[in-house]
């Protein structure tokens, strides 16, 4: 057995140092990676041509111009800013109604609006009353639970031609035109006739008040503002001339006693001294309706 062996291990030392001097008497380990052996050119695969730029086929595609829609936001490189949108069309004003339209009451506005508005009937009057040269201002609405009430008054000072009404006093249109007339056409004639002075101004003790008839529970034509109580008249001579019983044939005494007669028929209601105790001292003019126009003048 030791003749074998003996030329096998020299065998294998020479094959080690020849594998040594191959190395340059150094054994290291390999830095990277062992390049690949070139193959043969009949078994290489062919070279696919590069179309992209390596970077941008890194970069996700635009969703806008792909068409798709990302699942989620992509997050921008900090030096770069964000997009800001574009800016959305200023929307349209809505155009203020105008005045005049937004001023008008539907018709079907409940009556309660419609209430408010002046009748035409009201406007005529007042149209009527400064022809005549009264003095007034419009008085806001009056409503008492009791039922008194006037709908469009107004607070008189002068009942035209000169004539103060003194203090002024709130009532209806009707009433005060009433007035107006009976001073202008019969009261400043008789003065002048049995005074022989013109009227300055009528002294008034009563206007709208709230409060029934004297002795009922009937409401008053005060209650309405469509009556007028006159205690005196002052005359452009400064004389006063109180409403009273005077001597049978005075002057005073004939005055209210043709005022008090032409009174009938300007006015509906007309009561003064001699017709009760509670008018013993003051005229009463009102425009109360009664059946077939009829007066009560006493």
């Excluded at 008194?148 to 008054?153: F, V």
């Excluded at 000169?162 to 002024?168: D, I, K, N, T, Y």
């Excluded at 300055?200 to 309405?224: D, M, W």
Aim: glycine share 6%; aromatic share 6%.
């Amino acid at each position: 057995m030791r003749p074998f062996l003996i030329p096998v291990f020299p065998a294998l030392m020479l094959l080690s140092a020849s594998a040594f001097a191959q190395q340059g008497g150094k054994v290291d380990l390999p830095d990277a990676a062992p390049v690949p052996q070139e193959l043969p050119e009949g078994e290489r695969e062919p070279d696919v041509p590069q179309t992209e730029d390596p970077e941008s086929a890194a970069e996700p595609a635009d969703p806008q111009e792909s068409g798709e829609v990302a699942d989620e936001p992509q997050e921008l490189p900090e030096t770069q800013a964000a997009p800001l949108p574009s800016p959305r069309p200023d929307a349209p004003e809505s155009p203020e109604p105008d005045a005049a339209v937004a001023d008008e009451v539907p018709v079907d506005a409940p009556r309660s609006r419609q209430s408010t508005a002046m009748p035409s009937g009201e406007i005529a009057c007042r149209a009527r009353l400064r022809e005549l040269g009264v003095a007034f201002e419009e008085h806001p609405p009056q409503s008492e639970p009791e039922g008194c009430k006037i709908a469009h008054p107004l607070t008189v000072s002068s009942l035209g031609g000169g004539v103060a009404l003194e203090p002024e006093g709130v009532m209806n249109c009707a009433i005060a035109e009433a007035n107006a007339r009976f001073v202008r056409d019969q009261a400043q004639q008789q003065a002048a006739r049995h005074l022989s002075a013109r009227i300055a101004a009528v002294n008034q003790v009563s206007a709208y008040i709230c409060r029934p008839r004297h002795g009922t529970r009937k409401l008053s034509e005060h209650a309405f503002g469509n009556a007028l109580d006159w205690g005196a008249v002052v005359l452009e001579d400064e004389r006063r001339i109180d409403v009273r019983a005077y001597r049978r044939g005075s002057p005073e005494a004939t005055f209210f006693a043709a005022m008090r007669k032409s009174a009938c028929g300007p006015f509906t209601t007309v009561l003064g001294p001699g017709s009760d105790a509670d008018h013993a001292d003051h005229f009463h003019f009102d425009l109360a309706e009664r059946s077939n126009g009829s007066t009560y003048c006493r």
